[in-house]
């Protein structure tokens, strides 16, 4: 019903940026919260952002000052542009969204299929 397609991973040096986009599609009534996590060989899947529907973002640590969520409403689509980018910020990458779709029931959680991002020392 709902499909989430993530595009702009890559390889890039440390130092470097990327910008991540995720296009929502399908029978949508509503997207309330959306975010980007990421998941490094060996390690469990972590939130990397969060923004809300009314645009509140929350990051980790990790990657606060460096990393930023932002959202458009009108294309249903989130976007990460990460700046100053670490080999440990190397992983794949997905984005999810709550969506209220269009039979207009209780929420559900989507995930897109991921897109690798991988930072070269």
């Known amino acids: 019903q709902v499909q989430l397609v993530e595009s702009g991973g890559g390889l890039v040096q440390a130092g470097g940026s990327l910008r991540l986009s995720c296009a929502a599609s399908?029978?949508?009534?509503?997207?309330?919260?959306m975010g980007w996590y990421r998941q490094a060989p060996g390690k469990q899947r972590e939130l990397v952002a969060h923004?809300?529907?009314?645009?509140?973002?929350v990051y980790p640590v990790s990657v606060k000052g460096r990393f930023t969520i932002s959202r458009d409403n009108a294309k249903n689509t989130v976007y990460l542009q990460m700046n100053s980018l670490k080999p440990e910020d190397t992983a794949v990458y997905y984005c999810?969204?709550?969506?209220?779709?269009?039979?207009?029931?209780?929420?559900?959680?989507?995930w897109g299929q991921g897109t690798q991002v991988t930072v070269s020392s």
């Open positions: 999810a969204a709550t969506v209220v779709t269009g039979d207009r029931l209780a929420p559900n959680n989507y």
């Open positions: 399908g029978s949508i009534f509503s997207i309330n919260a």
């Open positions: 923004i809300t529907s009314t645009g509140s973002t």
